[in-house]
C-alpha cells in the first residue's frame, strides 16, 4: 500500500536529477507535431507515493496513448521531479499542492514553470469518522469520546498529519484525554474497515484526496477553528515553453477537473481493487467504466 511519509514538503531541495535519460518533448521538432499541433512525446514527472498524483498522471497517460502520444514516465521525491522539469528532463506534473505543501518548490522553481491549471481545490488534512456517528464536529468529540472508546486511530509517526494532530488538533479541541494511536496507515484503514463493517464508531486521521472516501462509510469532521489547516489546491505544472508545445494538451489540462467522486473511486479502483499493481491499466479499468469522462473533457477544453 502506497502511503507518504510526510504532508509537508520539506525534503530534496537542491536534489540533483539522478534518473535515467527519459523522452522530453522539448526534444522535438515542429515537423514531428501531431494533426492536433502538439509534439508528440509527452514526459510525466511523478511524485513517489502520492496517490492522488500517481492515479491522475496514469489517467492522462492512458488517454494521451489513445490520442497518439507516445508518454512516458518516472516516479521520484517531488525535489527531483522539479528539478526535472526545470531541467527539461520531464514536460509535466500532475501533483503541486499550493499554496503550502509545495511553497518552497514553487519559490525556488516557479519562474522556470508554467502553472497549467487546479484539477482539484479540496486537498486538506481531516479526522475523519462513520458517516453514522453522533457527532460532525471536532468542537463536539471531547464530550462524546467515550463513544468511540475515546480512542483517535492515527498514521505513521512520522507524518506531518500525525504532527498536525498532536500539535494542533488535540491541544485546540481538548482531545487530550483520548488514546492518539500512533501506528501506520495500513493499520489505520484495517480499523477503518473493521469499525464501518461492524457498525461500529470509529476516529481516525486521514486526508482527502483518499480512496477510502469511496471504499468506506465516513465524514470529515468540522473543524471550526481550522486547526487541521487550510484546504489547498492541486496544480498542473509544465516545463518552460510547454504551452506553446503542446496547444491542444495544454487547453485539456487547463480544463482537466475531477470530483471527489470520480477521484475517490479512481483512486480506490488503483490502489484499493488492484492493490497498486498496475495502475496503468486500473486507469484503463476506470475509463472503460466511465466512457463519458474523455469526451466530456474535450468538449470542455474546445478540442
Not at 525556488?108 to 453522533?134: F, H, R, S
Not at 464508531?201 to 480512496?211: D, K, Q
Not at 480506490?268 to 472503460?288: K, V
Request: aromatic letters at 8%.
Amino acid at each position: 500500500m502506497r502511503t507518504r511519509s510526510t504532508l509537508f514538503a520539506a525534503t530534496a531541495l537542491g536534489t540533483t536529477l539522478a534518473l535515467a535519460a527519459c523522452s522530453s518533448g522539448s526534444g522535438n521538432s515542429d515537423a514531428d507535431r501531431l494533426d492536433n499541433g502538439d509534439l508528440p512525446e509527452v514526459a510525466i514527472g511523478i511524485h513517489s507515493g502520492w496517490d492522488e498524483g500517481i492515479a491522475v498522471s496514469h489517467l492522462f497517460a492512458t488517454i494521451l496513448e489513445d490520442e497518439g502520444y507516445t508518454v512516458t514516465s518516472e516516479e521520484a521525491d517531488p525535489g527531483v521531479v522539479y528539478t526535472g522539469i526545470t531541467g527539461g528532463d520531464f514536460d509535466v506534473n500532475f501533483d503541486m499542492w499550493l499554496p503550502t505543501t509545495h511553497a518552497d518548490y514553487w519559490e525556488q522553481y516557479g519562474d522556470q514553470m508554467e502553472d497549467l491549471g487546479t484539477w482539484y481545490d479540496d486537498a486538506k488534512l481531516t479526522i475523519a469518522v462513520n458517516e453514522d456517528a453522533p457527532v460532525d464536529s471536532l468542537a463536539d468529540l471531547a464530550d462524546n469520546a467515550d463513544l468511540f472508546d475515546n480512542r483517535l486511530v492515527g498514521i505513521e509517526a512520522g507524518a506531518g498529519l500525525t504532527r498536525i494532530t498532536q500539535d494542533e488538533a488535540i491541544p485546540t479541541y481538548g482531545l487530550d484525554d483520548m488514546e492518539f494511536v500512533v501506528s501506520s496507515t495500513p493499520a489505520m484503514l484495517a480499523e477503518l474497515k473493521g469499525a464501518t463493517d461492524a457498525g461500529e464508531n470509529i476516529a481516525v486521521t486521514l486526508w482527502r484526496p483518499h480512496w477510502a472516501y469511496d471504499e468506506y462509510p465516513i465524514k470529515d469532521l468540522e473543524d471550526p477553528e481550522g486547526a487541521m489547516g487550510e484546504a489547498e489546491e492541486i496544480h498542473t505544472v509544465g516545463r518552460e515553453g510547454f504551452a506553446e508545445d503542446y496547444p491542444t494538451l495544454s487547453s485539456m489540462i487547463e480544463a482537466f477537473t475531477l470530483t471527489d467522486e470520480q477521484l475517490f473511486s479512481l483512486e480506490n479502483q488503483m490502489f484499493n481493487e488492484d492493490g497498486g499493481s498496475d495502475p496503468a491499466e486500473s486507469a484503463r479499468t476506470w475509463l472503460d467504466a466511465n466512457p463519458e469522462f474523455v469526451t466530456e473533457l474535450k468538449d470542455a477544453a474546445g478540442v
